[in-house]
């Protein structure tokens, strides 16, 4: 009975050796597969994506708290399968990892006529995970014994006490896997005009709270505040133009074209004076056209012709002078 104990023992001891020595051997493999320092965040992101939309700007206050607690939720299930689909199964046990995760938002946007034309802005969230993984003690069950693994020798002499740090892992997470977007605000084409071409007080506009981080504007016609992060802002007055906003992806060459279309008519309805400006005028044109005939000019003379006056125009008011002079 001693001696099938003992060699029960021995046996559940070469056990525990050879899932050591496999244990050994991946941690060999993983530290030749993470990396053994950190990375830069913006040049992993800028390099892994591509995405001409991103010019390192950080966007990411714009999430809600709630919206950002939400993708980490969805962050964490990722991770924990990430995790499992580098390690061998058999050795879960014996890995701790930490990860640490920096969103990036990359703008899209769209036409919409609200009470004036606006351009909808929505964002793609991506993520940059950076999983810190751990080799960690841990116990595993040999035909009734339990042996504390790994060991540091491979003989079974002492096991490590504390984790030890095998590197990292880096990924982006796309928006396709996040499930992620997030809808920010309407922003007037008024405003998004004088935004792109770097103008801190845009015409038809008033600052109404000015600071550090933003600025809240009222556009005439448009009921809500409009607030704009600075960050916002700067990176609008680099891009510069729709149709750079085009070229780089923010919004589909199709509606770069209405933005266009529209912001064309704004400006032709910007130069076309109020009815009542333009009755103003057409009175003072009158005066003066009637001054001219008092002074024994004709339609056709060159004084006349001067002022603007469509000839049919300037026909009807020398009959309408005619009458007058009649008249008195």
């Not at 060999?28 to 892994?48: E, G, T």
């Not at 030890?164 to 007037?188: D, K």
């Not at 009222?218 to 149709?243: C, H, M, N, W």
Request: net charge neutral.
């Amino acid at each position: 009975m001693y001696l099938s104990l003992r060699k029960q023992l021995v046996l559940a001891k070469l056990a525990a050796q050879k899932f050591n020595r496999r244990l050994n051997e991946e941690k060999v493999r993983l530290q030749a597969l993470l990396s053994s320092s950190r990375k830069d965040v913006d040049s992993y992101f800028k390099k892994q994506v591509k995405d001409r939309r991103y010019m390192g700007q950080d966007f990411s206050p714009l999430l809600s708290k709630k919206e950002a607690q939400d993708f980490d939720k969805t962050l964490v299930e990722i991770r924990r399968k990430n995790v499992e689909e580098l390690v061998s199964t058999d050795f879960l046990p014996f890995i701790a990892s930490r990860f640490w995760r920096s969103f990036s938002l990359l703008p899209s946007a769209y036409y919409t006529l609200e009470e004036i034309r606006c351009l909808s802005f929505v964002f793609e969230v991506f993520a940059v995970v950076e999983v810190g993984v751990s080799l960690k003690p841990g116990q595993m069950n040999f035909d009734g014994y339990v042996f504390n693994l790994p060991w540091k020798d491979g003989k079974g002499n002492s096991s490590i006490e504390t984790p030890e740090f095998l590197g990292y892992h880096h990924a982006v997470l796309t928006p396709e896997e996040l499930g992620g977007w997030s809808l920010w605000q309407n922003i007037p084409l008024v405003l998004l005009k004088g935004l792109l071409n770097g103008e801190t007080r845009p015409n038809g506009t008033v600052v109404i709270l000015a600071s550090y981080d933003d600025m809240t504007y009222k556009v005439k016609g448009f009921e809500e505040e409009v607030e704009i992060p600075t960050q916002f802002a700067e990176y609008l007055e680099r891009v510069g133009s729709i149709d750079e906003m085009v070229d780089m992806g923010v919004m589909t060459e199709k509606v770069g074209n209405i933005v266009k279309a529209a912001l064309s008519e704004m400006e032709v309805e910007r130069k076309i004076p109020p009815p009542r400006e333009r009755s103003r005028r057409r009175d003072s044109m009158k005066e003066r056209a009637f001054q001219l005939f008092g002074e024994d000019k004709r339609p056709s003379d060159p004084e006349v012709k001067s002022l603007g006056i469509k000839p049919n125009t300037a026909y009807r008011y020398y009959q309408e002078w005619k009458k007058t002079r009649n008249d008195t």
